[in-house]
Structure formats: structure tokens, C-alpha cells
């Protein structure tokens, strides 16, 4: 049986480096037909690990979410899109697991290390921030997921819910399920760069193009990206290695964009090469990635769009992928009540 459990928190609308992360895979995993169930989570709680002080950022950007799913292609009639803090069970699971995991473990887990350095924490890191891997954790095994669709950054959370999967199994019975990741085949896709030329396009750094963002956003936003500093005029040799612009070129250009809108050059190879002799502008090579991005995000944004005239259907898909998400993970925890032996009433 395959089952698939992924998403966001919800601290802001969801940009590129989400939809050729993970989004984009999901809708391909969910069209496939080869899951026996889907899972999108919400994860508002984990949301409120460092936003605790600002709950109404996290309530707002639950729709935001929610939208940006649906507008992609993820159906609510095929995939249970459900909201984190409404499912109880994955609280009480984590409480569980946090006897499973050291203090050292999580001090060492990449993942944390360099989140807890993007927002500049240093000893101040709140607890259920630090041990949001076990949160984590809890999310997947609750729903028995083997099949977790995610950026290559994500990795490193994977890697320890499978470590708590077999000290769990090892220590009481065999019921947890350890989980796969599965990453974007073009590997370009795994860590797309900000537009400031940042390791990482993220949200609390705004310097991402988000997939709800209007069309002049979007060129905005393409001409003002970092590019390489030595490619001072259009003739002198420009490097593409780690230039923001070919990097995002590589994740969304074929060969069919090179027809339609650049069909001077066959494909991203030639104009690489061009490029790297000289005589090739950033502002042409700009122009060809905006053209691309907009032909992208365009029926994206028109969806989304007409989705959010009815608000009051967004939550109540929301609520009864809620409430089929509960279920399942109640039967999961009284599994593990089970193989604990704390079902004292049973």
C-alpha cells in the first residue's frame, strides 16, 4: 500500500521554490494514481513554533495555502487536504517520541542547525521549534505514510523520523512505518536559490516569486534578480554556475520555450554556451525567463483567482479532510497505545 503524506506551514503564500520543491511532484504522485491515499497537511502548529506571538499571520495564511494547493492541481476529491492543530492525536504521538530522541540528535540534525541560523535564534530557540523533527515524525507516522514527496533541504527530517520509526518498533512492537522521500526529478528543482542570489528562496527573507503574484510582480521582480557581477556589459564572458537566472532556466525551460519564445537558440546548452563567450545580455536572458514564468504561473494564478470567490467551500474542504485526516491517525495511536502497553482501559 502506498500512502503519501507532505506539506507547508502556513507563514505565507507559497512561492517557486515550494512548487518545483514538492507542489508540483504531488500533483504528478496524486494524477498518477498509484497512492492509495494522499495526505496534504497544514502544518499550522508547527507554524506556531516561532510565530506563537503572531497567530493571526499563521490563521490568515492557512486560506492562502490552501488555495495556492488547489490552484496547482491538487483535488480535494483525490488528496485529504487537512489543518495540523485539528488533529489531536499527532500532539499526544510526539509526546511519545520525544523519550525516543536525544537532545544531542536533534542539536546535529542539519535541518534544525540551519533554520535556527536563518532566524538568528542562537540560545533563544523555542522549544517546540527544537523539536520540531519529532513533530514531524509524528505527522507521518500518523498516517502510516511511506511515500513523503520533498525538497532536498528536507531530507535530514527524514532521515531521523526513520530513526524514530525503528527505535519505536525496536522497543515495543512493529507498527510504525518507516518513510521514503521522494525527491523532484530534475534535481535543479531540489534548493532553488532566492532572487538575491540567497541559498535558498524563502519567505521570511522575501526574495521569492510566490504563485499567486500578478503578472508585472513577476517581471519586477526577474529584472531586479542577481545575476553574475563580473557580466559587466553584454560582450565580456559571464559564468552560469550558481547565476540565479540560469539556475532557474534549468528547472523550468524546454525545448519547446526555446521555440516559442527564443528560437534563435535550440536549447538551454547553446544559450549557456553564448552566454559564457560573451556577447549576451542579462537583460535578454531575463526576458526569455519571465516569458517562461508567466506562460507557467498564468493559469495558476486565473484558478486561484476563481477559487477564492467562494471562501466558505475552501474550509469546509478543509474540515472534512480534517476530520477523514483524524481517523486515521486515531487508529494509528491507539496502535501505538497498544504496542506500548498504556491502553490501560482496553
Same mark, same amino acid.
Given at each position: 500500500?502506498?500512502?503519501?503524506?507532505?506539506?507547508?506551514?502556513? /507563514?505565507?503564500?507559497?512561492?517557486? =521554490?515550494?512548487?518545483?520543491?514538492?507542489?508540483?511532484?504531488?500533483?504528478?504522485?496524486?494524477?498518477?494514481?498509484?497512492?492509495?491515499?494522499?495526505?496534504?497537511?497544514?502544518?499550522?502548529?508547527?507554524?506556531?513554533?516561532?510565530?506563537?506571538?503572531?497567530?493571526?499571520?499563521?490563521?490568515?495564511? *492557512?486560506?492562502?495555502?490552501?488555495?495556492?494547493?488547489?490552484?496547482?492541481?491538487?483535488?480535494?476529491?483525490?488528496?485529504?487536504?487537512?489543518?495540523?492543530?485539528?488533529?489531536?492525536?499527532?500532539?499526544?504521538?510526539?509526546?511519545? #517520541?520525544?523519550?525516543?530522541?536525544?537532545?544531542?540528535?536533534?542539536?546535529?540534525?542539519?535541518?534544525?542547525?540551519?533554520?535556527?541560523?536563518?532566524?538568528?535564534?542562537?540560545?533563544?530557540?523555542?522549544?517546540?521549534?527544537?523539536? #520540531?523533527?519529532?513533530?514531524?515524525?509524528?505527522?507521518? /507516522?500518523?498516517?502510516?505514510?511511506?511515500?513523503?514527496?520533498? =525538497?532536498?533541504?528536507?531530507?535530514?527530517?527524514?532521515?531521523?523520523?526513520?530513526?524514530?520509526?525503528?527505535?519505536?518498533?525496536?522497543?515495543? $512492537?512493529?507498527?510504525?512505518?518507516?518513510?521514503?522521500?521522494?525527491?523532484?526529478?530534475?534535481?535543479?528543482?531540489?534548493?532553488?536559490?532566492? &532572487?538575491?542570489?540567497?541559498?535558498?528562496?524563502?519567505?521570511?527573507?522575501?526574495?521569492?516569486? #510566490?504563485?499567486?503574484?500578478?503578472?508585472?510582480? *513577476?517581471?519586477?521582480?526577474? $529584472?531586479?534578480?542577481?545575476?553574475?557581477?563580473?557580466?559587466?556589459?553584454?560582450?565580456?564572458?559571464?559564468?552560469?554556475?550558481?547565476?540565479?537566472?540560469?539556475?532557474?532556466?534549468?528547472?523550468?525551460?524546454?525545448?519547446?520555450?526555446?521555440?516559442?519564445?527564443?528560437?534563435?537558440?535550440?536549447?538551454?546548452?547553446?544559450?549557456?554556451?553564448?552566454?559564457?563567450? =560573451?556577447?549576451?545580455?542579462?537583460? +535578454?536572458?531575463?526576458?526569455?525567463?519571465?516569458?517562461?514564468?508567466?506562460?507557467? &504561473?498564468?493559469?495558476?494564478?486565473?484558478?486561484?483567482?476563481?477559487?477564492?470567490?467562494?471562501? =466558505?467551500?475552501?474550509?469546509?474542504?478543509?474540515? $472534512?479532510?480534517?476530520?477523514?485526516?483524524?481517523?486515521?491517525?486515531?487508529?494509528?495511536?491507539?496502535?501505538?497505545?497498544?504496542?506500548?502497553?498504556?491502553?490501560?482501559? +482496553?
Amino acid at each position: 500500500m502506498n500512502i503519501v503524506l507532505t506539506g507547508d506551514r502556513p /507563514t505565507g503564500r507559497l512561492h517557486l =521554490g515550494h512548487y518545483v520543491g514538492s507542489l508540483k511532484r504531488r500533483v504528478e504522485i496524486q494524477n498518477a494514481k498509484t497512492s492509495d491515499q494522499i495526505y496534504i497537511m497544514i502544518a499550522d502548529a508547527q507554524a506556531l513554533t516561532d510565530n506563537a506571538d503572531n497567530i493571526d499571520k499563521v490563521r490568515r495564511n *492557512i486560506l492562502e495555502v490552501a488555495l495556492d494547493y488547489m490552484s496547482c492541481g491538487i483535488d480535494p476529491t483525490q488528496s485529504t487536504i487537512f489543518i495540523q492543530s485539528q488533529i489531536p492525536e499527532l500532539c499526544e504521538l510526539s509526546f511519545y #517520541y520525544m523519550n525516543l530522541v536525544t537532545v544531542s540528535r536533534l542539536q546535529r540534525n542539519p535541518t534544525v542547525k540551519n533554520e535556527i541560523h536563518l532566524r538568528n535564534f542562537k540560545q533563544s530557540i523555542p522549544v517546540g521549534f527544537f523539536t #520540531y523533527p519529532i513533530s514531524q515524525a509524528a505527522d507521518i /507516522t500518523a498516517f502510516k505514510a511511506n511515500i513523503v514527496p520533498v =525538497g532536498e533541504d528536507q531530507l535530514p527530517m527524514i532521515e531521523q523520523t526513520r530513526e524514530i520509526v525503528r527505535s519505536f518498533n525496536s522497543t515495543y $512492537q512493529e507498527v510504525l512505518v518507516e518513510p521514503t522521500a521522494v525527491l523532484p526529478e530534475n534535481s535543479t528543482c531540489s534548493r532553488l536559490p532566492g &532572487l538575491d542570489g540567497a541559498a535558498k528562496m524563502s519567505k521570511s527573507l522575501g526574495n521569492c516569486i #510566490y504563485l499567486a503574484d500578478s503578472s508585472n510582480d *513577476i517581471t519586477k521582480k526577474i $529584472q531586479s534578480m542577481f545575476t553574475d557581477p563580473t557580466h559587466l556589459r553584454v560582450q565580456d564572458p559571464g559564468h552560469t554556475e550558481n547565476n540565479p537566472v540560469f539556475i532557474y532556466l534549468s528547472a523550468f525551460a524546454n525545448d519547446e520555450h526555446f521555440r516559442a519564445f527564443l528560437p534563435e537558440y535550440q536549447n538551454l546548452s547553446e544559450l549557456k554556451a553564448h552566454y559564457e563567450r =560573451g556577447g549576451l545580455g542579462d537583460s +535578454k536572458v531575463k526576458r526569455f525567463l519571465n516569458d517562461i514564468l508567466q506562460a507557467e &504561473l498564468k493559469p495558476i494564478r486565473e484558478k486561484r483567482e476563481a477559487l477564492s470567490n467562494d471562501v =466558505g467551500q475552501i474550509f469546509e474542504i478543509l474540515r $472534512q479532510g480534517s476530520l477523514h485526516a483524524q481517523k486515521a491517525a486515531a487508529t494509528t495511536l491507539d496502535q501505538v497505545k497498544s504496542a506500548m502497553g498504556i491502553n490501560y482501559f +482496553k
